[in-house]
């Protein structure tokens, strides 16, 4: 990505899709009075990244020291012919907490993306994570504590009810005691931590997680079960200790769905136009969409801010400031972000 690594430009390789689908906005935005050829929209989309890196740095910076984040990954295209790759497929990773959220593309979906990405100096803490390998990987190397998502496990319970009718009820049975946890953990956050009602609530948990472990043992045994349950049953017990962290930990959510949520609009996105043409326009979506989320988590108006922004720019000669801390949310003082909460007026040149 843009962080501290080379950046790969070639010749770009767009599909006919992809010019059929440039074709078509083109077509749109001269219906409305704006005649543009697709060279002048390239040029000047990739004129804009590097306005954007030291922006995009410093949401990363932020991004790996926080204590806890969700994760999660979705395919992506790129069509560009990259040396030693042997197909457009990438893959745009998405590390959401509290106060960033940062897309990070790549052309692999491997455990390196996740070891470079935070890096030694910022281990530990927690990650939300779906139960896909690379992500195991680098726990065990120390750097975080995974907690997998019960939305998943409930998942597997209903597509098992589906594919097995006969086995409904058992499946249902274990959807059932899925919502039982999330109930009471809904119920135990309202309340303030060391409040008698929150203890009430995790006392209730911790019972609940208690029954919920005995009867997965008790099934797990059961050599009646088909081969399909048992397997649910085995991988509920193998990401067990990661499913049961929030216990301990109220301020961990039970599931990714944060996550997911924020790679919708880029599924959705990837449709209509099939992925990028070249790197500098992957690494400049990426871009694009940790600025606007950032500014979307802290209620700040996304045309206020680059308004600004671009005015800094133009006013030293067309270049990103040295000094970016007074766009970053985290460090605008209260009345800063007040003003970038509304939209910009733009007053009349007559």
């Not at 010019?19 to 083109?26: F, I, T």
């Not at 944060?258 to 070249?278: I, P, Q």
Request: aromatic share 12%.
């Amino acid at each position: 990505m843009v962080t501290k690594q080379k950046h790969i430009i070639g010749k770009p390789n767009l599909t006919n899709l992809n010019r059929e689908k440039s074709c078509r906005v083109l077509a749109q935005l001269e219906g409305n009075g704006l005649s543009l050829s697709i060279g002048t929209i390239t040029d000047g989309l990739q004129r804009l990244l590097p306005y954007f890196i030291p922006i995009y740095d410093a949401i990363v910076e932020k991004s790996v020291a926080a204590k806890h984040r969700h994760a999660d990954e979705t395919g992506w295209k790129v069509f560009e012919t990259i040396e030693g790759k042997h197909n457009n497929k990438w893959f745009l990773w998405i590390f959401h907490n509290k106060e960033t959220v940062v897309y990070k593309m790549s052309p692999t979906r491997s455990s390196n993306v996740l070891i470079e990405y935070f890096r030694k100096e910022h281990s530990g803490g927690t990650l939300n994570v779906d139960r896909y390998g690379a992500y195991k990987v680098i726990a065990k190397s120390g750097l975080f504590i995974l907690a997998f998502c019960w939305a998943y496990v409930r998942r597997d319970y209903l597509e098992h009810a589906k594919a097995y009718p006969e086995q409904e009820s058992w499946a249902l049975s274990w959807v059932e005691k899925i919502g039982n946890l999330y109930y009471i953990n809904n119920k135990r956050i309202t309340y303030k931590e060391k409040s008698l009602d929150f203890q009430r609530q995790d006392a209730a948990l911790k019972e609940a997680i208690s029954t919920m472990q005995n009867e997965l043992n008790q099934q797990c045994a059961d050599t009646a079960l088909l081969p399909s349950a048992k397997k649910l049953l085995v991988s509920l017990h193998k990401h067990w200790e990661g499913l049961i962290v929030f216990v301990v930990h109220p301020e961990i959510p039970m599931d990714n769905n944060t996550a997911e949520r924020g790679l919708r609009n880029s599924v959705l996105g990837r449709k209509n136009y099939y992925g990028s043409g070249a790197v500098w326009a992957a690494e400049l979506a990426a871009c694009l969409y940790t600025l606007f989320e950032t500014l979307k988590l802290w209620k700040l108006n996304e045309n206020a801010w680059l308004l600004n922004y671009f005015y800094e720019c133009a006013l030293l000669g067309g270049k990103p400031p040295e000094d970016i801390t007074s766009f970053l949310p985290w460090e605008m003082s209260e009345h800063q972000r007040e003003l970038l909460s509304k939209p910009p007026s733009y007053e009349s040149s007559e």
